[in-house]
């Protein structure tokens, strides 16, 4: 079976799917759509999170640009849209990854990177050290590039890092703050459990925060007392409560003129409610829900991709849709 080139892998291979239910059945396609159902099994093992590896199969495809498709489907029949790919499929080679580089700070360019050791797969999932000995303390941008027989090199992935004085430390202590640095020590604390990786979800306080674009910093303070770089998130405050929610299906009659959700207002609304599916055509439907803030602007809409059957029993005629956040900010 002829193989896609490297870059098919390295950008599209391992996919990342997330769903409140189990994950059971995974297709793609390439280039025309034939149904949901009706495209190329990928085997998985069902969860509620994949990580997925696979070569697609390219025979009969046409030499040149294509464009592949993937998607995925739970244990209650919603698909997810499909992630799409667009690759270069080349039938005369079979292109394995032959050189793997990195370089710290200055691109040295093409081919005068540090190499890694690699076992010259079409497929590559691998992990190697860095050597950091030579590297100063503080920020530093770290590049990974791949080559494949044929020649083609992979775009450039950087990835930013900080190297502390001394390594194998715990983090002690993670702060917050918005806009105005206080000083190192001085801003909102985060409770933590000093660890060497902290991996963590911090409610942060937006009850002072005017309506605007604004910037949040996060940093953390190892067991030596070295601090980290705060890295800059920025976002735009749109309000305060959301007052209204409203839902429609497939086609948009218009902003404030969708089906109305009752709610109670809130910064913050999670909510669960039975859309109306009186005159809906079986089979796949796309539900839009969105809401608006007291400062009368709206949220973009959320989507769900859901199967509609009219024949089953009554009292499970509606669907129920649960736990839809309509954030009252956005952040980028």
Known sequence: MKKVCLLLFVYMGALGVYAQNNINYVEYFWNSDPGWGMATAV???PNDTLDVVFAPVTSGLTPG?????????????????PIQKTVYFN????????????????DPGLNNGISV????NPLIDQT???????????????????RDQIGFWS????????????????????EYFIDNDPGIGLATQIPITANDSIDIVANIDLSTVQQGHHRLFIRAKSANGFWSYAPKHEFFMVGQNVVKLEYFWNTDPGVNMAT??????????DVSFSPITAGLTPGFNVLYVRAKNEGNLWSVPVQKAVYFNPNVPPNTQKLSITSI????????
């Open 128 to 146: 190697f050290n860095v050597n950091l000995n030579a590297v100063s303390h503080g920020i530093h941008v770290l590049g990974v590039r791949m």
């Open 43 to 45: 085997s998985i093992t």
């Open 260 to 269: 109305n959700v009752l709610i109670t207002a809130a910064p913050v609304i």
């Open 325 to 332: 956040p309509i954030p009252a900010s956005t952040m980028a």
């Open 117 to 120: 050791t690699t076992t010259g």
């Open 65 to 81: 640009v294509n464009v592949l498709y993937v998607r995925a489907k739970d244990d209650s029949l919603m698909w997810t849209f």
């Open 91 to 106: 039938p005369n080679v079979l292109a394995n990854t032959q050189k793997i580089e990195y370089y710290i700070d200055t």
């Open 155 to 174: 775009l450039t992935k950087t990835h930013l890092f900080y190297k502390f004085p001394s390594a194998g430390q715990d983090i002690v202590q993670l």
